[in-house]
């Protein structure tokens, strides 16, 4: 018994070693040194099983959708099955829509369209763990290591009030994740529980419309606003969404496609 302890002592140690030299946990445990978030919680998340470096993630940062041409960009995302798509979205979903229209005043289109290029409606929205994008990015990228230290942070947080397992949530390369492709601090500032069951779920589409246009009007996007030129209001606020104006455009043509669909079909 007393050489089982010993090991079972002299494994604690190790692991705890292994803490101290992990720039990733010094980081994070850094910004998290004032939080109420229990060292425990935090040695658990990164003595997990399932944690793993990608060494894919850097080449994704070096060819991003967004550094492409606008006309290869458009076609990604301005085309008929993103249309279509779109006007299904809407139809199934019309009573939310509307409400999260109302509620927050911006343009029901604008909303659907960006649930629609962050994840197809649902259809992709998980590559990686968001901890090992995080995760891999401190580690592997050193210009991005103090901004994914605090987006590690501000995924911890999240998770231990939510009582989720760090590797639970999957997310994009960049570590975006739900529905609406929220990175862990957007969602811990702007994510609203819409339907009221406790919980601001990323996987909830009332919760999710409603935390997109919530992000908007805390963006600039003016009440009720109809000014979608470039610099106007509504294109800053998307801009804050994806800092890419080929994403701003993507969104602006497609909701306007999507729009006069919806009331085309209406009129017949």
């Known amino acids: 018994?007393?050489?089982f302890i010993l090991v079972l002592h002299l494994s604690i140690v190790i692991a705890q070693n292994s803490f101290e030299k992990d720039i990733a946990f010094r980081m994070v445990m850094d910004h998290l040194q004032d939080s109420n978030i229990p060292d425990a919680f935090i040695r658990g998340a990164f003595s997990h099983d399932k944690i793993k470096i990608h060494?894919?993630?850097?080449?994704?940062?070096?060819?991003?959708?967004?550094?492409?041409?606008?006309?290869?960009?458009?076609?990604?995302?301005?085309?008929?099955?993103?249309?279509?798509?779109?006007?299904?979205?809407?139809?199934?979903?019309?009573?939310?829509?509307?409400?999260?229209?109302?509620?927050?005043k911006v343009d029901s289109f604008i909303i659907v369209t960006i649930a629609g290029i962050?994840?197809?409606?649902?259809?992709?929205?998980?590559?990686?763990?968001?901890?090992?994008?995080?995760?891999?990015?401190?580690?592997?990228?050193p210009k991005r290591s103090k901004w994914a230290s605090k987006e590690l942070a501000e995924f911890l947080t999240y998770c231990f009030n939510?009582?989720?397992?760090?590797?639970?949530?999957?997310?994009?390369?960049?570590?975006?994740?739900?529905?609406?492709?929220?990175i862990p601090s957007s969602f811990n500032n702007y994510a609203v529980d819409f339907n009221e069951d406790g919980i601001r779920e990323p996987y909830e589409w009332p919760d999710v419309l409603a935390s997109i246009a919530n992000y908007l009007r805390r963006n600039g996007y003016q009440m009720n606003s109809t000014n979608y030129k470039r610099d106007g209001d509504i294109w800053k606020s998307i801009y804050a969404y994806n800092h890419a104006d080929n994403y701003v455009m993507a969104v602006l043509e497609l909701s306007e496609k999507i729009r006069k669909r919806i009331l085309s079909e209406g009129a017949k």
């Open 1 to 3: 018994m007393k050489i």
């Open 55 to 104: 060494p894919e993630i850097a080449e994704r940062f070096a060819r991003p959708y967004e550094k492409k041409t606008w006309k290869e960009y458009r076609k990604l995302f301005v085309k008929e099955s993103r249309i279509t798509a779109g006007v299904k979205f809407f139809k199934e979903n019309r009573d939310i829509i509307s409400d999260v229209s109302k509620k927050y």
């Open 118 to 141: 962050e994840s197809n409606y649902g259809v992709h929205h998980s590559q990686f763990s968001v901890f090992n994008s995080l995760y891999t990015q401190i580690h592997e990228m």
């Open 162 to 182: 939510d009582q989720l397992d760090t590797q639970l949530i999957g997310g994009s390369y960049a570590g975006a994740f739900g529905f609406g492709q929220f």
